[in-house]
């Protein structure tokens, strides 16, 4: 874990206070009345996006999920296009046709969050096919929780990238639930990871509130994918610091163990990290809370003041010409 | 223009090669489809032109096909994937509805989704319910998707070449009866374009619309009609989605009579869609008689042949339809 450097750490903990703050005031704005649909917060599990991004450019594609913005931002998305987004309004990345659940930017390498669980592991798959086929050196990522790893599109797209050898890297987060059912009560083993042994692809778990750990991990990974040497399948236990979505009380969770992960929050972590490295002092730390808190406020006036959609575009782009 | 006479199934295969041989980003995935050719032998031969990079046998995943098509797809390759049966596009469904027909509305506009999904539909070889069937209503119902149903091998393969061109999701759905029939095809490159139907035969007196292999059966009612004196006219549309209903219109309002045929159940069919556009056209004035469906009873496709035939429409239900509307 030696080679993380200051200027990686400090990027690390600004990506993950960013994903931090848009929930918050996503949270917010959605307790307020102000945003249609629904949000399922990413808030606790920053460390793994980030982590897994920080080896990607945006030649490189990503799938990710219900639970989509951490990943997004990690990836290179811009909040006010994404707050714009879930505005509904037309500057958003979708031009408000998509919405949360379904942010996309295929420049950035970003094939969607995606309301279907499960959907993104075949995507990703073909991404990575692409990449393989056009020789790009490019590779993809697929997030999706634990209890996604039920889904029949998870065993048929990890038996496929394993025999095709495809640049892809399977990223579990596994915090402990599926809407309200606990892991136990929905698989009967421990690790998501042991999943890889059926595929015959590399699988371990690790501390996904770690963010140097999870970049390890996923470089590596990264890497042997980049190479051609095939998927692999990183589970990274972390846990949703809130309901499954904003408005969910998350009842079904025990309280103590809540209380616990709470302090194990991978960015009370990483600030201790940077202290104790001496990389950063508190002074500093709040400096780069307050440029963010001015990102995100900004980002809410740019959604506020943008334009709706004209209902006489409602049929635009149903088809490509 | 030269013309050989081929066979519907190397009329599609043909249109695979050229386009594989045109555009190197086209590649095609699904179960089988390697060494053995397909379960009906379309892609024989391929593998050995164009390699196992280009020619992929996939495992018995039909989610991951469909989804991976879509995946290759939106950045930047032109799959054809093979669905060995249209029956089992239920298990690719999620990828095909809720993925790649929505992505490009989705997402604002900014990605396009070039990739074909053919697969062999239709009933009559006695493979009873679960090979059978004919969905392409379902997928009519469906905005982002374009949906094919070529009758002949000159149609199948100037519409096959025309998908894989498309940069939208394309179901192309092969009649699988006819899959040994010989037609007439150019040598030429030629495309046919989306949304055009084609009138198979010229009549005044009723119209019959006709898709898949209803098509030959009406041709053939209409040659024994030919002999009563009633003159029938034979529409295919060729593609259901985009639709042309022009033609369609055109041809009711000069016969006055419409009868719609398909293999498919009729509760819920094409053909209840095709009744209510010309309802709602200017031909609803020349109707001289209410609009007809012969159609699929609705009930799963039985093994038992006799069954079978009692179950979809055959030459003879057409030309009593036909007597009946004149
Ligand atoms: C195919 C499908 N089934 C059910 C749902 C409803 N649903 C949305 S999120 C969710 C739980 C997903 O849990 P997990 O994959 O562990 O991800 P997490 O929410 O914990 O991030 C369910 C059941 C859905 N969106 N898609």
């Not at chain 1, 015959?200 to 990264?222: F, H, Q, R, S």
């Not at chain 1, 042997?224 to 610091?241: D, F, M, Q, Y």
């Not at chain 2, 519907?8 to 043909?14: G, I």
Request: proline fraction near 4%; charge should be negative; aromatic fraction near 8%.
């Amino acid at each position: 874990m030696g080679d993380v450097t200051k200027e990686q750490l400090l990027d690390f903990y600004k990506t993950m206070l960013t994903i931090r703050k848009f929930e918050d005031k996503a949270a917010e704005l959605f307790a307020a009345g102000r945003l249609p649909g629904f949000v399922h917060l990413y808030s606790g599990e920053e460390a793994v996006a980030t982590g897994v991004c920080a080896s990607l450019t945006n030649k490189d594609y990503i799938t990710s999920t219900h639970r989509g913005h951490g990943h997004l931002i990690a990836k290179g998305g811009q909040v006010d296009k994404m707050m714009a987004e879930l505005f509904a309004k037309v500057t958003g990345y979708c031009k408000g046709r998509g919405g949360s659940m379904h942010i996309a930017d295929v420049d950035l390498g970003i094939l969607g969050a995606n309301g279907i669980v499960g959907a993104g592991q075949p995507i990703a798959v073909g991404a990575a096919f692409a990449n393989q086929y056009l020789k790009n050196d490019a590779v993809s990522v697929c997030f999706f929780g634990d209890a996604a790893s039920n889904r029949g599109t998870f065993h048929e797209a990890l038996n496929l990238a394993s025999v095709w050898k495809l640049p892809v890297i399977f990223v579990c987060e596994n915090n402990r639930f599926g809407i309200s059912m606990n892991q136990k009560d929905h698989m009967n083993i421990v690790d998501v990871s042991q999943r890889a042994i059926s595929y015959g692809i590399p699988g371990v778990t690790i501390d996904g509130n770690d963010v140097a750990a999870v970049y390890e991990t996923a470089k590596d990974a990264i890497s042997r994918a980049r190479k051609g040497e095939g998927p692999s399948l990183i589970e990274c236990k972390t846990w949703r610091h809130y309901g499954h979505f904003q408005g969910d009380a998350g009842l079904y969770k025990d309280a103590q163990e809540q209380e616990e992960w709470l302090k194990k929050d991978p960015i009370l972590k990483l600030e201790e990290k940077l202290k104790v490295l001496k990389f950063a002092k508190d002074t500093e730390l709040k400096e780069i809370q307050q440029q963010i808190q001015g990102q995100i406020d900004a980002a809410v006036e740019f959604a506020e003041n943008s334009p709706e959609p004209s209902p006489e575009d409602v049929l635009a782009d149903v088809y490509a010409p | 223009m030269t013309m050989a006479l081929i066979t519907y199934k190397e009329a599609v295969r043909q249109a695979m090669q050229e386009e594989m041989r045109r555009d190197e980003n086209v590649f095609l995935l699904g179960e089988d489809v390697g060494v053995y050719g397909g379960a009906f032998g379309v892609s024989l031969g391929m593998v050995e032109e164009f390699g196992e990079e280009r020619v992929r046998d996939t495992p018995i995943s039909e989610g991951v096909i469909a989804g991976a098509a879509a995946g290759a797809a939106v950045t930047g390759l032109r799959p054809i994937a093979e669905i060995m049966f249209s029956d089992f596009i239920t298990i690719a469904m999620d990828s095909l509805v809720n993925q790649a027909a929505k992505m490009r509305y989705m997402f604002g506009g900014k990605a396009k989704v070039p990739m074909v999904l053919r697969m062999p539909g239709g009933s009559g070889t006695g493979a009873a319910a679960q090979h059978s069937q004919s969905l392409e209503a379902w997928l009519v119902h469906v905005p982002g998707l374009k949906v094919v149903m070529p009758s002949t091998p000159y149609d199948v393969k100037g519409l096959l070449k025309t998908a894989i061109r498309d940069d939208n999701p394309v179901v192309f759905i092969e009649t699988k009866t006819v899959y040994n029939k010989k037609g007439e095809v150019p040598e030429e490159d030629y495309v046919i374009p989306f949304g055009v139907a084609d009138v198979k035969r010229v009549g005044r007196d009723v119209t019959v619309f006709a898709t898949g292999v209803m098509v030959h059966r009406s041709l053939e009612a209409a040659e024994i009609l030919a002999k009563e004196g009633i003159d029938v006219e034979v529409i295919d549309p060729r593609t259901l989605v985009p639709f042309d209903k022009e033609t369609l219109v055109k041809s009711v309002i000069k016969t006055g009579k419409l009868i719609i045929v398909h293999e498919a159940c009729k509760r819920g069919g094409f053909g209840g869609e095709v009744a209510a556009e010309v309802m709602e056209s200017e031909a609803f004035d020349y109707l001289d008689a209410p609009i007809k469906r012969v159609a699929g009873k609705n009930n799963p496709i039985p093994y038992c042949m006799e069954l079978e035939k009692s179950a979809v429409p055959q030459v003879d239900d057409i030309v009593n339809a036909v007597r009946e509307i004149v």
